[in-house]
């Protein structure tokens, strides 16, 4: 099954051309038309996007505008926005009427990880998404997902009705323990989903990258930061489509430019890209190894190295993403990192003999700012 026909680049609407508080709709169509004069047609949104100015700007520019069969559109199912199965039905009306179409193409269950996940079961909304499929009103059911490989394995196993998987995946998540995004890829292909990549730049951070970092790209060929970050994602088998955040014209054009008949990094590539980690690992405030010894005794059940891997986000790499996982990932199943009542265990049990207790109170005071 062909669920995406030839393409493999979507435009991902959570970062739209805003010009007073509100979506310009001027750039955005002009955006919107260039993206479809090229050939490509998936646009993504979710309900929460821009305070819901995505979901409407796209009435505006794109299906106002163009035939139905002529594009591709993802909506989402978010937790924030119901609470009960009763509420989820009059929800999804209100994003078919924001967006103004009568079915979705793609409906996804929005951010799932282990805690998400159980509040979705309770509300019975993957049977309510998978009711609306047989109704008409969608036409594939599948996830965003930000957790462990884990985590993902139990959702795919409990609902193999589940058709696509988007996950969070760039050069430098790849083997990132925070993340895992290639132990993610790694299940979608066991469980034979197709993948659907979000944050290929990482939010920016593998395009404006630091001065050393940016010097080893600028030696190769010509392209751009992005245009490297793209296809290295483009070159993972299971990978059928790829979202970029694009918020100018400009962003549009140079991805544009090397997204069509886009090509896998070659060796040269590769190994600038792989330099560029290194760099940018180099750069961590954090030499945690991710042994994990450190969590065995902890009594407040603090995941300390996943802990550390989103500080070193956040600080080497200004990953918006990191407060996030901080947040709602890392946090949800054990102790935050104020949490540490100093008995220093986790000290003894390090193989790289960090001061963890100190560390933790550094952590504490970035991401659990009052």
Known sequence: MKLFGDQNFGFGCMRLPMKDGQVDIEQMNEMGDTFMADGFCYFDTAHGYLGGKSETALKTCLTDRY???????????????????????????????ACGVDYFDFYLMHAQGAENFDYFKKARAYETAFELKKEGKIRHVGISFHDKAAVLEQILTEYPQIEVVQIQFNYLDYDDPAVESGKCLEVCRKHGKPVIVMEPVKGGSLVNLPEDAAAVLDALDGGSPASYALRYVAGFDGIR???SGMSSIEQMQDNLSFMKGAKPLNDTETEAVHKVCEILRSKNLIPCSACRYCTEGCPKQISIPDLFACMNAKT??????????????????????????????????CSQHLPIRKLLEEVAAEFEKR
């Not at 559109?73 to 009763?86: A, C, G, I, Q, R």
């Not at 935050?336 to 000290?347: P, Q, T, V, Y």
Request: proline content about 3%; charged content about 30%; overall charge positive.
């Open 241 to 243: 489509m790829i979202l």
């Open 316 to 349: 080497a790499f200004h990953d918006w993403n990191a407060d996030y996982y901080y947040h709602e990932v890392h946090t949800k199943r054990g102790g935050r990192a104020s949490d540490c009542i100093k008995c220093g265990l986790c000290e003894k049990a």
């Open 67 to 97: 035939p139905r069969d002529s594009y591709i559109l993802t909506d989402k199912l978010t937790n924030f926005f119901f609470k009960k199965e009763t509420d989820i039905r009059p929800l999804f009306e209100s994003q078919l009427k």
